[in-house]
């Protein structure tokens, strides 16, 4: 795509101040009519050094309102950052819907600058180009607008640039030891881009290879370019919405009627997701009170000093939980968490989404929550919902929570690949168990306030949770995150096979790294 480029593109000052007023009249009001329509808008700015990035969007940000947007300037990871896989500290910055985001640098300074500084090597760069492609489909899906803009220069303008900036004390800051390297091996830092150009170009977050030689030149196409997607957009969702009325009006014309056709034999696939997973759970399952008593006191010293282990050799830990309301998440996390050193773990209880919450990604409030290598993050209830509660209750298309199995996949790849343990448990209790504990809940002035009417409304969709429950574990049950199924209805059981669980996941953990070393 590069050797392409034509950099002779040229545009005279009379032209430039003849197109410029009308652009940015425009963009201020494709900006106005993004936020009236509550469309997220990433602008991401790469390229070669001193090809102009920190120029080109001081000339866009002129057109917008300034409450309207946040710029981040990408440079190397804090320590921090360092601690959190590679994608945290960009999902924290997605915007909200209706706001835009523009970003100096990006998630490609993991394919570009650190592999040319070899920071990252042959399997980062994998992992990476894998992470950025779900990381860009999640957003776009979710209606977010992606536009990359890579300014191209070519090396000898480089240089004159590069040597310019070093010239003046007020300039000279912004050129490193690293600038200059990439200059001098132009070659092979254009090859890492082309590469990052074909593996990335998307249909759905596409590349604009920017002529950055002249600089009127490349700020009037990309003005055109952002223009020209944010149109796009919003000519899309006007199509969009034009189809759902239509839909409306035909499903209410034809309501009641519905066409005879010839079932569809189920695949494989769906044969698998008839045998209930659920059904096959042992729920007779029990452990008498000493026996759980000792068993319990050995586990948690022994968590206590894995705890210990994994902070020293920085190991992220993140145990999900999820089951039936009075399924016994919360006293099972209690016995777990009761030696550990509370500086090392957060619980994070999930409840509906909140409106900043809901303005952004679904994902965006769990990226958020996740632990820095050393410490544990316990989530009662989770991402999980997506395909549970906001399945069946309405909360969210057919469409999004089918497409959510991969994302969350995709998301609990990248925290393994972080080298993240990573461990999801169902809470099974069967429905006779569930209204005895409800019946307790309600009968205890202790409990009641743990029991409420839409526990009670929820039982009536039993069987469309255990349908949803059932598919869920056997779409994102993988190697790096599996599911265990605990059979709950003995509380004393199913505390300890949690923390054997946990014991067991950690201690492979340590041998396997241990045998890297």
Same mark, same amino acid.
């Given at each position: ?22 652009? #940015? ?20 700015? @790469? ?70 500084? #070899? ?27 992606? !536009? ?14 590069? @040597? ?8 000279? $800051? ?32 596409? $590349? ?16 055109? /370019? ?44 769906? #044969? ?20 759980? @008593? ?22 992220? /830990? ?82 999004? $929570? ?19 343990? /990573? ?47 059932? @598919? ?11 599911? !265990?199924? /605990? ?31």
């Amino acid at each position: 795509m590069l050797e392409k480029v034509n950099l002779t593109k040229k545009m005279d000052k009379a032209e430039y101040k003849a197109k410029m007023p009308m652009l #940015k009249v425009r963009l201020g009001e494709l900006q106005r009519l993004c936020r009236v329509q509550n469309i997220p808008v990433i602008i991401v700015f @790469e390229g070669f050094g001193a090809s102009g990035k920190g120029l080109q969007i001081g000339k866009v940000i002129q057109s917008l309102d300034p409450r309207g947007f946040q710029v981040h300037a990408i440079k190397g990871e804090t320590k921090e950052e360092e601690m959190h896989p590679f994608l945290w500290r960009f999902w924290t910055k997605t915007p909200e819907r209706g706001r835009i985001a523009i970003f100096d640098g990006s998630w490609y300074r993991r394919v570009l600058i650190e592999r040319f500084d #070899k920071k990252a090597g042959k399997k980062e760069v994998t992992n990476a180009y894998q992470s950025i492609c779900s990381f860009e489909k999640q957003l776009t899906d979710d209606g977010c607008v992606i !536009i990359k803009l890579l300014l191209d220069i070519d090396q000898k303008e480089q240089k004159k640039r590069f @040597e310019k900036l070093k010239k003046s004390k007020e300039t000279a $800051w912004r050129v490193s030891k690293g600038d200059f390297e990439r200059n001098e091996k132009y070659g092979e830092y254009a090859r890492m881009m082309e590469e990052m150009l074909q593996i990335t170009d998307t249909e759905y977050a596409p $590349w604009t290879i920017i002529e950055a030689m002249d600089r009127r030149f490349a700020t009037i196409k990309i003005y055109a /370019v952002i223009i020209n997607a944010l149109e796009e957009r919003l000519e899309q969702l006007q199509k969009e919405k034009a189809k759902e009325k239509a839909a409306e009006a035909i499903a209410e014309i034809s309501s009641g009627e519905a066409s005879p056709r010839e079932p569809n034999k189920p695949g494989t696939r769906e #044969k698998e997701l008839q045998e209930s997973v659920l059904a096959k759970t042992d729920l007779s399952l029990r452990l008498e009170k000493k026996q759980y @008593e000792e068993e319990l006191k050995k586990l948690q010293k022994r968590i206590k000093m894995l705890h210990g282990d994994i902070y020293r050799k920085r190991i992220p /830990v993140v145990l999900c939980f999820e089951g039936w309301d009075a399924g016994g998440k919360g006293g099972a996390i209690k016995r777990l968490t009761k030696k550990m050193d509370p500086r090392g773990f957060v619980v994070n209880p999930t409840a509906s989404p909140n409106d900043i919450e809901k303005a952004h990604h679904y994902l965006w409030r769990f990226w958020r929550a996740m632990p820095k290598d050393g410490h544990i993050a316990i989530f009662d209830r989770t991402w999980y919902g997506r395909v549970m509660v906001e399945r069946i209750e309405g909360f969210c298309t057919k469409q999004e $929570w089918q497409r959510a199995y991969k994302e969350i996949n995709d998301m609990e790849k990248d925290l393994s690949d972080k080298g993240a343990i /990573v461990l999801k448990f169902w809470m099974q209790i069967d429905k006779e168990e569930q209204e005895r504990r409800f019946t307790a809940r309600q009968e205890d002035p202790k409990k009641q306030w743990k029991i409420t009417e839409e526990d009670w409304r929820n039982r009536e969709k039993w069987d469309q949770y255990e349908e949803a429950v059932n @598919e869920m574990l056997i779409r994102t049950s993988t190697e790096y995150a599996p599911w !265990i199924v /605990v059979e709950g209805n003995d509380k004393y059981y199913a505390r300890i096979k949690i923390l054997k669980s946990v014991v067991q996941a950690i201690e492979k953990h340590m041998k396997t790294e241990n045998l890297k070393i």
